[in-house]
């Protein structure tokens, strides 16, 4: 089964323990940042408060994180980083606020974090060669637009365009990675 995985993606070296908790440390925090934003465009804009509300957004940012990790398991570490700094600074401020928000959707959200190490280690081989590669980066995709249709009834314009910047990230990292070989 390694071997196969390494024919789709190798990993890189991950360097010190120190190193790896630092990078990984300054995504959580990262995810801090964009909670607090998300929160505060909830508030005070209405069109960033509907695009950051939108699955796509949170899907390509973790796809990003993931692919540009180093191996499967720090795409797992970093993405789960990034999503509990997300969701903690986003409810902190929610509440701090004096927001209303319902219990449905921090479960919802808290089951997407606990989740999200998986996601990343598949989504890791995404950034690779090969067949396996291309299904991934298509089910990255597709789980996109199956977000937009079961939570918000359609696919938004904003699904659309953040759908093909992962698309385009996708395809410009795999290729990168195909000329390094």
Same mark, same amino acid.
């Given at each position: 089964?390694?071997?196969?995985?390494?024919?789709?993606?190798?990993?890189?070296s991950t360097g010190p323990i120190s190193r790896q908790f630092v990078i990984t440390f300054c995504i959580f925090l990262l995810g801090g940042i964009f909670g607090c934003a998300a929160r505060f465009f909830d508030i005070y804009t209405q069109n960033l408060g509907n695009v950051f509300s939108q699955m796509s957004v949170w899907v390509f940012l =973790?796809?990003?994180?993931?692919?540009?990790?180093?191996?499967?398991?720090?795409?797992?570490?970093?993405?789960?980083?990034?999503?509990?700094?997300?969701?903690?600074?986003?409810?902190?401020?929610?509440?701090?606020?004096? %927001?209303?928000?319902?219990?449905?959707?921090?479960? %919802?959200?808290?089951?997407?974090?606990?989740?999200?190490?998986?996601?990343?280690?598949?989504?890791?081989? =995404? =950034?690779?060669?090969?067949?396996?590669?291309?299904?991934?980066?298509?089910?990255?995709?597709?789980?996109?637009?199956?977000?937009?249709?079961?939570?918000?009834?359609?696919?938004?314009?904003?699904?659309? /365009? /953040?759908?093909?910047?992962?698309?385009?990230?996708?395809?410009?990292?795999?290729?990168?990675?195909?000329?390094?070989?």
């Amino acid at each position: 089964m390694r071997e196969f995985l390494n024919s789709v993606r190798r990993g890189r070296s991950t360097g010190p323990i120190s190193r790896q908790f630092v990078i990984t440390f300054c995504i959580f925090l990262l995810g801090g940042i964009f909670g607090c934003a998300a929160r505060f465009f909830d508030i005070y804009t209405q069109n960033l408060g509907n695009v950051f509300s939108q699955m796509s957004v949170w899907v390509f940012l =973790g796809t990003v994180i993931s692919v540009t990790s180093a191996s499967p398991l720090r795409a797992g570490a970093n993405t789960f980083a990034f999503c509990v700094g997300m969701l903690a600074a986003y409810y902190t401020c929610a509440h701090l606020s004096g %927001g209303v928000y319902s219990m449905t959707f921090v479960a %919802g959200w808290a089951v997407f974090s606990a989740l999200s190490p998986l996601f990343a280690f598949v989504t890791w081989y =995404g =950034g690779g060669r090969g067949i396996i590669s291309s299904v991934i980066d298509v089910g990255i995709l597709l789980f996109m637009a199956l977000c937009s249709i079961v939570l918000f009834d359609r696919i938004h314009l904003s699904d659309v /365009i /953040i759908m093909a910047f992962t698309a385009l990230f996708l395809f410009i990292y795999s290729r990168k990675k195909q000329y390094r070989a």
